[in-house]
């Protein structure tokens, strides 16, 4: 993780934060998705609102996520229907970047005052298929921390994730979760399946600066607007957390991540329940000052772990030279140095598992 954070602080101007998300969308295969977001560097010269606030962006422009802000709100004009122009572009059929620009710019300049308010929020990239490497991960400890777990997650979003423990999972051949339930994982997996065990969630709440509703429809038209539109497996699962979010709606706290840990790590533990922090495709994007706190925290509260109340940090992030998304997981007592246990897809498509 202290390579990601370094990586991170390289990073600084508009024109390389733009390129770094376009190259990310590539790797992940979201070629067209790339070529719409390199095309923001082109609208820059318009003479519009959205354009000049981008071009002064005040703060870190990839830690605040600037480029996938306005990439949503592009793509909000062909989910709403309202502006039908990308939507060639999104299925590929047009590919010439110049083309892209220009698309871009018209965009721009006729829906300037509809794009700017994209800009006051982080986007909102909730993604269930992540939560297959965290269930593996799950499985992983629970042979060294006991089945038992209370999971608290930073960086929620919709909370989309936050409701893991209602999900069913096929991870190699490894089922896990219940199995009335319209939200099914089952990524391809590569390499050896993870260890089958049992993995009994008792409790699962997370936080978020700005969390959606998904039982608003337009708070849900928002969060699909963030969508890669390549993903079309994506768009059905977040219809099926819409609907698992009406039956009961996960508990998600509007808190800074960099707040919620200490006084998670604060509350009372119960005895023979692992109590895990984990998060997915987020580290990069909260700031230095808050990484080194909720570090700081866990490290802290790990040293005073016990066997009976022990610690756990899941995370799938981000290695930001390499592109590649880490599963690492730390617990206490015991195991206080990362352990890489997997790469996989950053929508999930895919988990390659190391762990041993």
Same mark, same amino acid.
């Given at each position: $993780?202290? %390579?990601?954070?370094?990586?991170? $602080?390289?990073? /600084?101007?508009?024109?390389?934060?733009?390129?770094?998300?376009?190259?990310?969308? !590539? !790797?992940?295969?979201?070629? #067209?998705?790339?070529?719409?977001?390199?095309?923001?560097?082109?609208?820059?010269?318009?003479? *519009?609102?959205?354009?000049?606030?981008?071009?002064?962006?005040?703060?870190?422009?990839?830690?605040?996520? $600037?480029?996938?802000?306005?990439?949503?709100? @592009?793509?909000?004009?062909?989910?709403?229907?309202?502006?039908? /122009?990308?939507?060639?572009?999104?299925?590929?059929?047009?590919?010439?970047?110049?083309?892209?620009?220009?698309?871009? #710019?018209?965009?721009?300049?006729?829906?300037?005052?509809?794009?700017?308010?994209?800009?006051? #929020?982080?986007?909102?990239?909730?993604?269930?298929?992540?939560?297959?490497?965290?269930?593996?991960? @799950?499985?992983?400890?629970?042979?060294?921390?006991?089945?038992?777990?209370? @999971?608290?997650?930073?960086?929620?979003?919709?909370?989309?994730? *936050?409701?893991? &423990? /209602?999900?069913?999972?096929?991870?190699?051949?490894? !089922?896990?979760?219940?199995?009335?339930?319209? $939200?099914?994982?089952?990524?391809?997996?590569?390499?050896?399946?993870?260890?089958?065990?049992?993995?009994?969630?008792?409790?699962?709440?997370? #936080?978020?600066?700005?969390?959606?509703?998904?039982?608003?429809?337009?708070?849900? !038209?928002?969060?699909?607007?963030?969508?890669?539109?390549?993903?079309?497996?994506?768009?059905?699962?977040?219809?099926?957390?819409?609907?698992?979010?009406? %039956?009961?709606?996960?508990?998600?706290?509007?808190? &800074?991540?960099?707040?919620?840990?200490?006084?998670?790590?604060?509350?009372?533990?119960?005895?023979?329940?692992?109590?895990?922090?984990?998060?997915?495709?987020?580290?990069?994007?909260?700031?230095?000052?808050?990484?080194?706190?909720?570090?700081?925290?866990?490290?802290?509260?790990?040293?005073?772990?016990?066997?009976?109340?022990?610690?756990?940090?899941?995370?799938?992030?981000?290695?930001?030279?390499?592109?590649?998304?880490?599963?690492?997981?730390?617990?206490?007592?015991?195991?206080?140095?990362?352990?890489?246990?997997?790469?996989?897809?950053?929508?999930?498509?895919?988990?390659?598992?190391?762990?041993?």
């Amino acid at each position: $993780m202290a %390579e990601q954070s370094h990586a991170v $602080m390289h990073i /600084r101007s508009v024109p390389e934060a733009i390129e770094w998300q376009a190259t990310h969308a !590539e !790797e992940a295969g979201a070629h #067209c998705t790339a070529r719409v977001i390199r095309a923001v560097s082109a609208a820059l010269n318009t003479d *519009t609102a959205t354009a000049r606030r981008i071009a002064g962006w005040q703060g870190l422009a990839l830690e605040d996520a $600037m480029p996938l802000r306005i990439t949503g709100g @592009l793509h909000n004009l062909l989910v709403t229907g309202d502006d039908r /122009r990308l939507e060639p572009v999104y299925a590929g059929l047009v590919t010439d970047q110049a083309t892209v620009d220009a698309l871009v #710019c018209e965009l721009f300049e006729k829906w300037d005052h509809r794009l700017l308010p994209w800009l006051d #929020c982080p986007p909102q990239t909730n993604e269930a298929g992540r939560s297959a490497s965290i269930m593996a991960g @799950l499985l992983w400890l629970s042979g060294r921390l006991g089945p038992n777990f209370e @999971l608290n997650e930073i960086g929620a979003s919709a909370g989309v994730n *936050t409701m893991m &423990d /209602r999900y069913r999972f096929d991870l190699g051949g490894v !089922e896990a979760g219940p199995t009335d339930t319209p $939200m099914r994982i089952a990524p391809e997996w590569r390499g050896d399946a993870p260890p089958a065990g049992e993995v009994a969630i008792r409790s699962i709440r997370g #936080c978020d600066q700005a969390p959606i509703d998904l039982t608003d429809p337009a708070q849900a !038209e928002r969060l699909k607007s963030y969508v890669w539109p390549e993903a079309h497996v994506r768009m059905g699962r977040i219809d099926a957390a819409i609907q698992l979010a009406g %039956e009961r709606a996960p508990d998600i706290a509007k808190m &800074d991540a960099a707040q919620f840990v200490p006084a998670m790590l604060a509350q009372p533990q119960a005895h023979g329940v692992a109590r895990v922090l984990f998060h997915s495709i987020v580290w990069q994007y909260i700031p230095e000052a808050g990484r080194a706190a909720i570090t700081h925290a866990m490290e802290a509260a790990g040293a005073l772990a016990t066997r009976e109340q022990p610690l756990a940090w899941v995370m799938l992030e981000t290695n930001r030279e390499t592109f590649k998304h880490e599963l690492r997981v730390r617990y206490w007592p015991g195991g206080e140095d990362a352990v890489l246990l997997a790469e996989a897809h950053p929508h999930g498509a895919w988990v390659e598992w190391y762990g041993r």
